[in-house]
């Protein structure tokens, strides 16, 4: 799933090759720099999300710096993935963070 903005599908896109010519956008995902009005929201769906305990397989989110920081307190730098483990009921813990050279 990715944000709308252009550089978030354009990323997702291309991180799972040709066989994939779109991501899932997800409006909660959309940048937060200067847009705090939906903050409380955009978290609440994303923390919902991201707590659920998947079956056969893992999800993938593409989006900014911002929006990350605002949901696990971690500021990535550019290209720094954050690595959640989910826990149910609306939680989840950092399991880590891994960067791209």
């Not at 200067?34 to 893992?58: D, F, I, K, P, W």
Request: contains cysteine; aromatic residues 4%.
């Amino acid at each position: 799933m990715a944000s709308p903005w252009c550089r978030c599908v354009e990323t997702a896109r291309l991180a799972w090759g040709p066989a994939r010519l779109s991501a899932e956008v997800w409006t909660p995902l959309g940048n937060l720099y200067g847009r705090s009005e939906r903050q409380a929201e955009q978290v609440r769906e994303m923390r919902t999300l991201v707590s659920e305990r998947r079956a056969g397989g893992n999800l993938v989110l593409v989006s900014h710096g911002s929006t990350t920081s605002s949901l696990t307190g971690v500021s990535p730098d550019p290209a720094e993935m954050v690595i959640v483990t989910p826990q149910g009921g609306g939680r989840f813990a950092v399991a880590g963070r891994l960067a791209v050279p």
